[in-house]
């Protein structure tokens, strides 16, 4: 199984500031890596897809990168409703595997 | 407008069944791929398996292969989940999800399974 390794845990930001938070690929997954939001008590919300694109009516100051096996959420500007958890999800490879997940918190 | 909408959710005690159903809508549910997913509490989520868009095809996720099977009726849009000889640490919010080209876009709003005696 292809192990997703997501850091960090989690993360207290403040708003306007940036957030990175990565998900390293145990092997080659190509670009088949979302990224999701999920808040209290809701299902998880598409972000990213093909590591790099913009789901659609996702603010823009969200972005996707890859390098290697390596991937990376950014969100520019933290916004107070950007409040939550964050999971990555490969689908390359059956059984698609999440990463642990990052709590994001405002400072 | 996509909507994915579980059912089917409740108590039920170890070694017990339960069949969930997920009714599709908004799109041509026949042409996608359509996956299971769950989350135990505080935890993250945990891909149960998919089935093919004619159903003629399923994988699973080896924790529950023998466990659970996925169905569907693409005449009305229905995707299913059946458990059996259920475990405590199967209690979880169970959620569908559409795959295809942009897998796992659109997600239900899950219903919670408690495996309790």
């Known amino acids: 199984d292809i192990q997703m390794t997501q850091s960090p845990a989690s993360l207290s930001a403040s708003l306007e500031e940036i957030v990175t938070i990565t998900c390293q690929a145990s092997?080659?997954?190509?670009?088949?890596l979302s990224w999701y939001q999920q808040k209290p008590g809701k299902s998880p919300q598409l972000l990213i897809y093909?590591?790099?694109s913009l789901a659609d009516g996702v603010p823009s100051r969200f972005s996707g990168s890859r390098s290697g096996t390596q991937y990376s959420l950014k969100i520019s500007r933290l916004q107070v409703e950007d409040i939550g958890i964050y999971y990555c999800?490969?689908?390359?490879?059956?059984?698609?595997?999440f990463g642990a997940g990052t709590k994001l918190e405002l400072k | 407008e996509v909507q994915l909408v579980e059912s089917g959710g409740g108590l039920v005690q170890p070694g017990g069944s339960l069949k969930l159903s997920c009714v599709a809508s908004?799109?041509?549910?026949?042409?996608?791929?359509m996956n299971w997913v769950r989350q135990a509490p505080g935890k993250t989520m945990e891909w149960i398996g998919d089935?093919?868009?004619?159903?003629?095809?399923?994988n699973y996720a080896p924790s529950v292969k023998n466990r659970f099977t996925i169905s569907r009726d693409n005449a009305k849009s229905i995707l299913y989940l059946q458990m059996s000889n259920m475990r405590s640490d199967y209690t979880a919010t169970y959620y569908c999800?559409?795959?295809?080209?942009?897998?796992?876009?659109?997600w239900g709003q899950g219903v919670m399974v408690t495996v309790s005696s």
């Open positions: 093909g590591a790099t």
């Open positions: 908004g799109f041509t549910f026949r042409d996608y791929w």
């Open positions: 089935i093919k868009p004619d159903g003629s095809n399923t």
């Open positions: 999800l490969q689908a390359y490879s059956a059984p698609y595997t």
């Open positions: 999800a559409r795959g295809g080209i942009t897998p796992f876009d659109y």
């Open positions: 092997q080659d997954i190509g670009n088949w």
